[in-house]
């Protein structure tokens, strides 16, 4: 077989596992968009795309309200309804660092939150509004309250001046939402009705100038929005993304979406995916609802899963995270990185796993507490995640530019640990050295750490990283792909896995095929 006619199988972890096979030609870059999109719009810009999301009931609030944006401290403000009226507000940065809640019993509805950057206030005023939708303060105080129900902006200036701007060309749309972008000095609205969502930026005199897609979000139910500097801590710090607040519905959770509306010419997946088989693990026993690390130890033959969320989930939870399978994915042995479960140690969010054959070790990267835990050996009785495990070392993943550690994997060919910070959307790897050993940066080590942007390529949110030894290349899956990157970081090819429909594709392991053949597989 040719090398640009390659064959690859995929096995990622998003509540299953999913085995993938695919034909490889020659990746093609995706043509880059004209700004104008459509005949006669001169305002619509090409669609925005999602770049993280951050679950929210993570941070306490199952299905948020509001959403606004404190400059000064440099939170989130995320609004959830309590059962016996008002509010409470988390603040969260935008790379989902818990910094605080309060309860506020006088804000009864979400939408009408918004902090006030010349007073720097949470408000709740609804300017006379009978159904607000949405509202927002502008840099000098003016409080603006969007009046869905009339199209048209109620704005209350710091004097009290209340003054009311029409918005005749959105006459007839659902509106919801709205935000004010600095840069451009626009008031953001939404419309999610149709059959694509659509936001519109409305000049001082309620004309839309501006009007993107922003359909790649997937929005079920749009609460708020605010516009924030971005979660990637490797953009420039003035970057605005805009923050959307989704309830969600009766079968999926809340969450804030994080969108850039700058146009990005990026490359896409171009390789068809071929056959796929998937296993349930939530069938597992005990159950593993939220899979997010897989590995392959191959000195058993056997697949090494990790759960980061389960033990946040006490009518599920067993005190196990870690999974020992066979390749078809059977339960064999069960583990856990809780050692003292009441005190969380060593491990209470194994995120990623990646076995070191040549040394034996296990890596275990944890995006709670920023680590990379290192599990010399699993004792006596080989098995991962017992009590006669090696006592495991650690490094901080946040000290080599990782501050959403996902995912951790093993360059056995340079000696490498490699992490994938699923935020920034960056690749870093970790030579050990000199001295041979990871001791991560640190005064006094001689470690040495690199990184690669992914979001050039087109990858948003990665979660898993692996590397193949047999083909030298590392591979990172995102929703949309499994992406092979060289050593040097360049993008040799990528498969297209959109069809398999997954929800945070959270890891990736190459390993033998399922059915006895010795075709590799990921």
């Known amino acids: 077989m040719s090398a640009a006619r390659r064959k690859w199988s995929a096995v990622t972890t998003t509540g299953a596992l999913v085995a993938t096979l695919a034909v490889l030609p020659q990746l093609a870059e ?9 005949p006669g719009d001169s305002t619509r810009m090409r669609p925005a795309r999602t770049v993280h999301e951050i679950p929210t009931t993570e941070v306490g609030v199952r299905r948020p309200t509001g959403l606004t944006y404190d400059p000064a401290q440099g939170t989130l403000l995320v609004t959830g309804a309590l059962p016996k009226g008002g509010s409470e507000v988390v603040a969260v940065t935008p790379a989902e660092k818990p910094r605080g809640r309060e309860v506020r019993r006088a804000l009864g509805d979400g939408v009408t939150a ?12 609804t300017a006379g509004v009978a159904d607000p939708a949405g509202s927002a303060y502008t840099p000098d105080g003016t409080l603006h309250v969007l009046d869905a129900a009339n199209h048209a ?7 009290g001046t209340i003054s009311r701007t029409a918005l005749p060309q959105l006459a007839g749309r659902t509106l919801r939402g709205l935000a004010y972008q600095p840069d451009q000095r626009l008031l953001y609205v939404a419309d999610t009705s149709g059959a694509r969502d659509t936001i519109y930026g409305l000049d001082a005199s309620g004309s839309v100038v501006r009007s993107q897609d922003i359909t790649d979000a997937k929005v079920a139910n749009l609460q708020a929005m605010t516009f924030a500097p971005s979660a990637d801590a490797t953009d420039p710090a003035a970057e605005q993304n805009l923050f959307v607040a989704d309830a969600g519905t009766a079968t999926s959770l809340g969450r804030v979406a994080e969108l850039t509306l700058a146009p990005v010419a990026a490359a896409a997946p171009s390789i068809a995916m071929g056959s796929s088989k998937k296993v349930d693990t939530f069938a597992w026993s005990p159950t593993s609802p939220d899979p997010s690390g897989i590995t392959y130890d191959s000195e058993t033959g056997r697949l090494v899963v990790s759960d980061a969320e389960v033990d946040e989930m006490p009518a599920l939870f067993t005190g196990k995270n870690i999974w020992t399978t066979s390749l078809a994915g059977a339960v064999e042995t069960t583990g856990t990185t809780l050692t003292d479960p009441v005190k969380g140690t060593w491990s209470a969010e194994p995120t990623g796993v990646a ?3 040549p040394h034996g070790q296990l890596y275990v990267s944890d995006d709670d507490l920023n ?48 992490l994938i910070d699923g935020v920034n959307d960056e690749l870093y790897r970790l030579n050990p050295g000199p001295n041979g050993i990871f ?45 092979e990157l060289g050593a040097n970081g360049a993008l040799i090819d990528a498969v297209d896995i959109s069809t398999l429909k997954l929800k945070l594709a959270a890891g990736v392991a190459v390993a033998l095929a399922s059915d006895g053949s010795t075709s590799p597989c990921y």
């Open 30 to 38: 995706a043509a880059t968009q004209s700004t104008n999109v459509g």
């Open 114 to 125: 918004a902090f006030d950057p010349k007073t720097e206030r949470l408000t709740a005023r």
């Open 153 to 159: 902006i109620v704005s209350v200036a710091p004097d």
């Open 355 to 357: 076995y070191d054959r």
């Open 371 to 418: 680590r990379i835990y290192i599990v010399l050996g699993p004792g006596i009785d080989k098995r991962w995640g017992t009590a006669d495990d090696s006592p495991p070392t650690n490094i901080s993943s946040s000290a080599i530019g990782a501050t959403d550690n996902e995912d951790v994997a093993y360059d056995s060919k340079r000696n490498n640990l490699v």
């Open 439 to 483: 001791d991560g940066i640190k005064p006094g080590s001689d470690d040495v750490a690199t990184h690669t942007d992914l979001e050039r390529f087109g990858i948003v949110n990665p979660e898993g990283v692996t590397y193949d030894s047999a083909r030298d290349v590392m591979v990172v899956v995102d929703d949309k792909g499994l992406w």
